[in-house]
């Protein structure tokens, strides 16, 4: 059965904040574990919803994952600007990796991003860590923007954020 990613419903949002939340903590990349402030932003998929557009992909009516899309820098950009959509909150589920998810909700992005006029550029940040991430980016033609790594607690170095763009 093939992987599906459409517009996520209402009724999956407790389900896609929970398999982000879970797919951070089990990787490792809340450095608070349960107490960290971003969790409850990864949990909250109805606001991000409302800013923004959350995808899913599902497999025989099962969500595998989700991906954030923001087209052209809106109030969900962390560092997109005028052209750029920005992606955020890639997640899949532990059982669904290896299958071809994550790569498939950047596909999607990317043609999302393809069919927003004026938009020239997708950009992404993402932790050291998240290798396999950074292997789906660059396989898919993106490349690393080190001018414009960032850091979202300035007072924590460790915490830095690689940055990534596709030109379109």
């Given amino acids: 059965m093939d992987i599906v990613i459409r517009r996520a419903t209402p009724d999956e949002y407790d389900n896609i904040g929970a398999i982000t939340a879970r797919a951070y903590l089990q990787d490792g990349l809340l450095d608070f574990g349960e107490s960290d402030t971003y969790l409850s932003e990864l949990r909250d998929v109805a606001t991000r919803a409302a800013a923004a557009e959350v995808l899913a992909a599902v497999r025989g009516g099962t969500v595998l994952g989700a991906v954030t899309f923001v087209p052209s820098g809106g109030p969900m950009a962390d560092i997109a600007g005028p052209g750029e959509a920005e992606i955020r909150m890639l997640a899949v589920a532990h059982t669904a990796r290896g299958q071809g998810v994550g790569e498939a909700l ?3 992005c990317l043609d999302r991003a393809r069919a927003t006029e004026g ?5 992404l940040s993402t932790q050291r860590d998240m290798r ?3 292997r789906i980016y660059e396989r898919l033609g993106f490349v690393r923007t080190p001018g414009r790594d960032w850091n979202p ?3 924590l170095d460790h915490i830095s ?8």
């Fill in 106 to 108: 950047v596909r999607a």
């Fill in 119 to 123: 938009c020239v550029r997708v950009v």
């Fill in 132 to 134: 396999t991430a950074h």
């Fill in 153 to 155: 607690i300035p007072h």
């Fill in 161 to 168: 954020l690689l940055t990534y763009e596709l030109t379109l």
